[in-house]
């Protein structure tokens, strides 16, 4: 089928869902504690400052990074739920694509960094689907900068059936492309080191375009896109000028780090699942007026318990990543059934699904799965303007 796919909601028809082959460890350096600075620092309260110390420059003062190892044994489970994952998207008669796999020890290298790469495994990071069009985000960790490499074979029939496929420009990435604000000013003490002063480097340019497609609610004929940093700010200057006429891009500021998909979800037209009832003073005014779906907090039965050492990258909400697969059917963790009885009392078919690490590996069931073609004749225009 060709590439279509406006909104979060539609009858799902076909989508890609991410791979964990050979993932072995997390890459720290700058890009990465960045990234996940609001999670990590709220981990676990009890433990001491620094626990997680940053990586320092190497003795010629050039980026350095060092990885943390993950335990085996939570890869082995991770690969079992991502193919079960698979597996039940086939049984409600999806069509499952899948990316290539990272052989062992890939690394990028750059004039001004390396990093090891890791598996494609948050599909949706990297990539926005609008319509008929694919577009390649602009990274903001360095280990993944080229991971949509490993979706080539998939875009690549989607172009031959006649979809669009746009890359935005890739930043540089050194030190001083980031934005250090929103690290700096919206969490304080934990168990991070403090973000210091970029490195300089012969390659600096100033804030660089940073963005993920997880950071956008896709509405139809609307585009609802968070921004915390101007790196985000940038890339979202190149999306209206990219989309004019064809789709309407409205800004939230700072309702998260980043990703918007742990936030508020759209699960029908007029319905939405938020964290909290306050998420919607951040949204559009259209939104206001839809149905708000606000499950019970989480408990600590709902996740595994871990070892100090083990660096959890997600907050306690990443269940709220859920994917519908049509307008009345959500796919939800099986480990959190106040969150399956809430949406079951609106009315929704609840497909229980197995994902055990999801704190350690940063993604829920929207993250690492990209929606490729859902039935639809074009974008619907739920705002009215």
């Known amino acids: 089928m060709s590439l279509n796919s406006y ?41 001491s400052e620094w626990y997680y110390p940053r990586v320092g420059p190497s003795p010629e003062g050039a980026p350095r990074a060092a990885r943390s190892p993950i335990k085996q044994r939570y890869v082995e489970e991770l690969n079992e739920d991502v193919e079960g994952i698979a597996e039940v998207l086939e049984s409600l008669s999806v069509k499952v694509h899948r990316p290539m796999s990272v052989q062992d020890a890939a690394e990028v290298r750059t004039p001004a960094w390396s990093a090891g790469v890791v598996p494609p495994l948050n599909v949706r990071d990297n990539t926005l689907i609008l319509g008929d069009e694919i577009i390649e985000t602009p990274p903001m960790i360095r280990s993944r900068y080229f991971e949509t490499q490993f979706l080539t074979p998939v875009f690549a029939d989607y172009f031959r059936r006649g979809a669009r496929w746009t890359v935005m420009p890739r930043p540089l990435m050194t030190d001083a492309s980031f934005d250090l604000s929103y690290a700096r000013t919206a969490t304080a003490g934990g168990p991070v080191e403090p973000i210091g002063e970029p490195r300089p480097s012969p390659y600096d340019v100033g804030h660089e375009m940073m963005f993920d497609g997880a950071q956008c609610l896709r509405l139809g004929k609307d585009l609802v896109v968070n921004i915390s940093t101007a790196n985000h700010a940038l890339a979202v200057d190149w999306l209206e000028r990219h989309l004019e006429g064809r789709f309407r891009v409205h800004r939230v500021h700072r309702l998260s780090d980043s990703h918007i998909d742990s936030m508020v979800l759209a699960l029908r037209p007029g319905t939405l699942l938020v964290r909290s009832k306050e998420v919607a003073e951040y949204l559009p005014e259209p939104l206001r007026s839809w149905d708000l779906i606000v499950p019970p907090e989480a408990t600590s039965n709902n996740f595994p318990r871990y070892e100090d050492d083990d660096l959890i990258l997600t907050s306690r909400y990443i269940d709220l990543n859920v994917l519908s697969v049509g307008p009345d059917t959500v796919l939800v963790n099986e480990a959190c059934p106040e ?22 590996f940063g993604g829920g069931f929207h993250c690492f799965t990209l929606d490729t073609v859902r039935e639809g004749s074009g974008p619907e225009d739920y705002f009215g303007g």
């Open 7 to 47: 909104d979060e909601w539609s009858p799902l028809k076909e989508v890609i869902v991410g791979s964990a082959q050979n993932y072995t460890s997390h890459e720290r350096e700058l890009s990465f504690d960045l990234f996940f600075h609001e999670n990590i620092t709220q981990d676990n309260v009890s433990r």
């Open 339 to 360: 969150l399956m009885r809430t949406l079951e009392s609106r009315g929704f078919t609840v497909v229980p699904v197995r994902h055990r690490h999801r704190r350690l």
